[in-house]
């Protein structure tokens, strides 16, 4: 005889758990952001840590099909300084549009974009940072 009860509450309780991430997502959808930057200056991998025939790399065997492609950025032996970009995501936490997010997505950032669930973008600035 096969007792088929403790798969029906694994189902029951899998779907629960379903309709409690939809909900929650519903709730918060609207204080999740997604935050971007632009910055000049050190790549958060600098050359001697990327692997040797990388793009990127002092003398790595891609590294003329992708300036001929993409034009010289700076960066290593180019016309300026790197420049890197990063992407994340934070929350709203005050209404006035205090949102908090990981130090690493935001550090040395020159320029900082914020989208909202909506696709509204608007720029944003580091008004405290902990380490």
Request: a neutral charge; aromatic letters at 4%; one cysteine or more.
């Amino acid at each position: 005889m096969h007792d088929c009860r403790g798969a029906d509450l694994g189902a029951a309780a899998g779907r629960a758990v379903r309709r409690g991430f939809r909900a929650a997502g519903r709730r918060l959808v609207g204080v999740v952001v997604n935050v971007s930057t632009q910055a000049v200056g050190p790549a958060a991998k600098t050359s001697q840590d990327a692997p040797q025939n990388s793009p990127g790399t002092p003398g790595a065997p891609l590294d003329e099909f992708f300036r001929d492609f993409f034009g010289d950025k700076g960066g290593p032996g180019g016309s300026g300084p790197p420049r890197t970009a990063s992407l994340g995501s934070g929350f709203i936490i005050d209404p006035a549009g205090l949102i908090v997010t990981n130090n690493h997505v935001i550090a040395n950032a020159e320029q900082i974009t914020v989208t909202l669930s909506d696709d509204t973008t608007m720029q944003a600035q580091v008004i405290g940072a902990t380490r």
